[in-house]
């Protein structure tokens, strides 16, 4: 049976945020790690160069946490003091530290550093796999409020969040996580709550993964990042004067009032297409448009060109009914429509239809994420009826699942939600398998292979162009459904996986547009999905 992992903790003190509780007792309860060291700071020389907060900064916080105190709790301070009782602890100065590993009783694997310090010497054997610190935007907080703060009130499209570790066998502190969460912006207690819940979800996965796959595990995570890349935007801590945290609560009102006063709350999906055999898409106006009638809209579309007709599977959400379905758009070989069929219903959502042809067949993976399913159905009568094969996973909350045949293996790519409180936080996750029809899948080792919210959402089907592969990927940076991008898969084995940036599609060539999320093609056509906001005394016009 394999040892636990020696985790030790340094603390400013026995009163902490609850998620830091939260994490400590969920290690505690694992079979994977085990707390063995607790090391309090010197909380009163730790504390003592902290400025007084404005008042009306203070004032913004009270009114946060009123309007939103369902997402305040993991911020609460709460005392570990019974949790940690039979835990041996000690106590050090900051001002004349150098930590070792002999400081403490027993050999570290892990030291977490929920402190407010910060150790510069790389030198110092702090643990086997180091110390691990959070940062968010480059600050060491734990309590990260003036980062949330600022993302908020400059309305920045992400909240970047990385997990730091220094050891000496290390030349520099190197990042062995890093999320780029979607931001509200309309409260720091929101944003708090989902990066505390981000920091606990990957240290205890962190933990797990050391365990089950030895210690190439960690450092085979921290070749994902980019380890030049620090992103610093805000030199300030908090706001200095009364006056600039009035003005930013008051932007922040106005921000809100003038989004909800003025536009309607339906999005207003509609499909562009071009005919024209180009592999990349090329955004302009040359696109023809395919608008649905004004109480529903299409979006997801996936293209099949066959028999000189172009079938277009989409998800075609009914306003009213609060839900999606699978249909068939059939156009004529100029791109005129001539038909509408509802293809495939459920009584839970369906949505992006991802069709691809195996072995002379046509398979369809819609997405079933309310029902924590991935469904595959095949073709029994092309392009209307579809019967039901098998549940590739069960009990996963999972979007936008896309499959890559690749080497004589089947790759699964699908973005996981591991955090039902934050529906648009998504990682992608790698599976495979041998044959289409597993049931159980192989998990890849570097899961969750993509942390960014720019890039981990799948945009539509993997393709091939000049002997490279790429990956389209919803960018949902700012909000969902912004843009998208196309990812060159460097690297695809059972041990590693790689991909770069190479394109990235706004939908900037037409005014008024909102956004784009889904790319596809099939024989030289060329689809895409782009959607409105509209006034609320706007008339439903594209």
């Given amino acids: 049976m394999k040892e636990a992992l020696k985790v030790g903790v340094i603390l400013d003190g026995q009163t902490v945020n609850r998620w830091v509780y939260q994490l400590l007792e969920e290690i505690i309860a694992s079979e994977y790690a085990n707390i063995v060291t607790v090391v309090y700071a010197d909380i009163d020389q ?3 160069s902290q400025k007084k907060l404005p008042q009306a900064y203070k004032f913004h916080c009270w009114i946060d946490k009123l309007v939103f105190r369902r997402r305040a709790a993991l911020s609460q301070r709460v005392n570990l003091g019974r949790l940690l009782q039979d835990v041996p602890d000690l106590i050090i100065y900051p001002r004349h530290i150098r930590l070792q590993v002999g400081d403490w009783q027993g050999e570290l694997d892990v030291l977490l550093n929920f402190s407010s310090l910060v150790v510069h010497d790389p030198k110092a054997q702090l ?5 691990w610190r959070f940062s968010v935007d480059d600050q060491q907080d734990e309590s990260c409020a003036s980062s949330c703060y600022w993302e908020m009130v400059n309305h920045d499209p992400v909240i970047d969040l990385s997990l730091r570790c220094t050891n000496s066998d290390l030349k520099n502190e190197i990042v062995v996580h890093r999320s780029k969460l979607p931001v509200n912006y309309n ?35 921290a070749n994902k990042y980019d380890q030049s890349v620090f992103m610093v935007k805000n030199a300030e801590r908090l706001p200095d004067s009364n006056y600039q945290a009035l003005a930013n609560l008051l932007r922040v009102c106005w921000r809100y009032l003038h989004l909800h006063l003025t536009y309607r709350s339906r999005w207003r999906w509609f499909l562009n297409f071009r005919i024209d055999g180009s592999p990349f898409p090329y955004l302009s106006g040359a696109y023809q448009s395919l608008v649905p009638p004004a109480d529903r809209f299409w979006a997801d579309p996936f293209v099949v060109s066959r028999s000189s007709k172009i079938f277009v599977f989409v998800e075609e959400f009914i306003y009213r009914a ?19 069929e509802k293809i495939l219903e459920k009584p839970y959502h369906l949505s992006y239809p991802f069709v691809f042809e195996f072995a002379d067949s046509y398979y369809m993976i819609p997405e079933t994420s309310e029902n924590e399913t991935i469904e595959l159905y095949r073709c029994v009568r092309f392009p209307n009826k579809w019967s039901f094969v098998v549940n590739l996973m069960e009990r996963v909350n999972a979007v936008d699942t896309t499959l890559l045949f690749h080497n004589g293996m089947w790759w699964l790519f699908t973005a996981i939600n591991q955090l039902p409180e934050f529906p648009d936080h998504r990682e992608l996750f790698l599976f495979y398998a041998n044959h289409l029809f597993a049931t159980e899948w192989t998990a890849h080792p570097s899961n969750p292979i993509v942390t960014d919210v720019h890039t981990a959402r799948p945009a539509g089907k993997i393709f091939r162009s000049e002997n490279r592969i790429y990956r389209p990927s919803q960018d949902c940076a700012g909000r969902y459904g912004r843009a998208f991008s196309l990812n060159e898969i460097t690297v695809l084995n059972e041990q590693e996986y790689a991909e770069q940036t190479v394109l990235k599609c706004e939908a900037d060539w037409k005014s008024k547009l909102g956004g784009t999320h889904t ?15 509209y006034k609320r005394f706007d008339f439903y016009s594209i």
């Fill in 46 to 48: 730790v504390n003592s």
């Fill in 127 to 131: 643990a086997r796999f180091g110390m």
């Fill in 187 to 221: 409260s720091v207690c929101v944003n708090q709550h989902q990066v505390y819940s981000v920091g606990k979800l990957v240290i205890l996965r962190l933990l797990k993964g050391i365990f089950n796959f030895g210690p190439d595990y960690l450092y085979r995570q």
């Fill in 322 to 340: 609060k839900k999606g379905h699978i249909s068939v758009l059939e156009l004529n070989n100029d791109g005129k429509l001539i038909g509408i």
């Fill in 519 to 533: 790319f596809n093609f099939d024989k030289g056509i060329t689809l895409i999905d782009v959607y409105k906001f």
